[in-house]
């Protein structure tokens, strides 16, 4: 498991921080997880502020997570309780054998997980879900318009200079999130904020600020250089959205204030 250096909460009105993690190895097929080399390359500061005029921080989780169901049980909840009141968005990213688009996941599964075994030979019991998990929805979702996003997404790629390995990247929305470790981390963090928040569906994109992105398996330099570019214009369209809904949510305060 890794460490979290101590990190200062900035001026909430100079900065908003993106926790960004990746998977480590797991078969013999992937000895080279690119969710976690795609994340350990981000940088610390994006170059463009975001549309409200903040800087973007990224906190790149310093170690691969291990694919364990016990490892992620465990991790989710300390990462989000050693960087509350530091973190505003979470990206986790993980690897899909057999796509070659990039996914970001909208649904995320609460049972299911009886049938792929992680690198420590386990599964999980049909029931583990609905006794861990009984105050939330066999289903849940990120408090983000996962469509704005998309589209923000889309745009940002489109931007990218014309000879990019990026710009012609296929980005795309998914609702099969695959009921493995990718899934059950999606949940487990969606489901802390859920709970942190008392709004385990429904709600404004702060109430559950997670999303999902799926990258190709494939480690060669072009693929996660491809990767880089895809998941820098993803976190900067999900803090776009997230920006304009927390205005939207901010006047509608105002006005039933």
């Known amino acids: 498991m890794g460490s979290l250096e101590p990190i200062r909460p900035e001026p909430a009105s100079d900065v908003i921080t993106v926790l960004v993690t990746g998977f480590g190895a797991f078969q013999d097929r992937y000895p080279i997880n690119p969710s976690y080399e795609i994340t350990r390359a981000l940088p610390s500061l994006l170059p463009r502020a975001a549309a409200s005029g903040q800087r973007i921080r990224i906190i790149a989780y310093a170690a691969p997570i291990r694919v364990s169901y016990a490892e992620v049980r465990s991790l989710v909840p300390i990462l989000h309780n050693t960087l509350r009141g530091v973190v505003d968005l979470v990206l986790h990213i993980g690897m899909a054998s057999g796509r070659k688009h990039y996914t970001a996941e909208v649904f995320a599964h609460r049972d299911g997980y009886g049938k792929n075994r992680d690198v420590d030979g386990e599964v999980l019991r049909a029931e583990d879900g609905a006794v861990r998990f009984a105050d939330c929805p066999e289903v849940m979702t990120s408090g983000l318009d996962c469509e704005d996003v998309l589209r923000r997404w889309r745009g940002n790629v489109g931007l ?42 429904g709600g404004k994109a702060s109430d559950r600020p997670v999303m999902f992105l799926h990258v190709p398996a494939e480690s060669d330099a072009e693929t996660l250089e491809t990767g880089h570019h895809v998941a820098v214009a993803l976190i900067e369209a999900m803090v776009d959205s997230w920006c304009l809904s927390e205005k939207r949510g901010s006047a509608t305060s105002r006005v039933v204030a």
């Not at 929305?173 to 470790?181: M, T, V």
Request: charged share 25%; proline share 2%.
């Open 160 to 201: 990218l200079p014309a000879e990019a390995l990026a710009a012609k990247a296929d980005c795309q929305l998914s609702e099969d999130a695959g009921h493995y470790l990718c899934d059950f981390t999606y949940f487990n963090s969606l489901a802390w904020y859920g709970r942190r928040s008392g709004k385990v569906d």
